[in-house]
């Protein structure tokens, strides 16, 4: 079992960056695809980075929305996975989830609460 704990939103201005943190508890990422998610009020949940945890390090991916701008990383002694943004937008406002998933299944089985992330203009 894997519980997640988002913690790192906050209400910015643009052109501002954020750190996002999601902290597990029950286990380590290990072997694990964990990523961020974000919903926008009248949006579709997006995928916005995912990282594969392995012994020998991770794999990132990212939306094209924020590539260049955010950058996802891990602290295995934490058992921390962070998204660090920079150059906010007003359209990065939205509600931010981890969601963990074992690698090789499909669905993401562990999410956590969501952080609120808000950028004024």
């Known amino acids: 079992q894997v519980q997640l704990v988002e913690s790192g939103g906050g209400l910015v201005q643009a052109g501002d960056s954020l750190r996002l943190s999601c902290a597990a508890s029950g286990r380590t990422f290990n072997d694990y695809t964990v990523a961020w998610f974000r919903q926008a009020p009248g949006k579709e949940r997006e995928l916005v980075a995912a990282i594969t945890i392995t012994w020998s390090g991770g794999t ?6 924020v590539k260049g701008r955010v950058t996802i990383s891990r602290d295995n002694a934490k058992k921390t996975v962070y998204l660090q943004m920079n150059s906010l937008k007003p359209e990065d406002t939205a509600v931010y989830c981890c969601a963990a998933r074992p690698a090789g299944v499909h669905n993401y089985d562990y999410w956590g609460q969501g952080t609120q992330v808000t950028v004024s203009s």
Do not use: E, H
């Open 60 to 65: 990132a991916y990212y939306a094209d929305s």
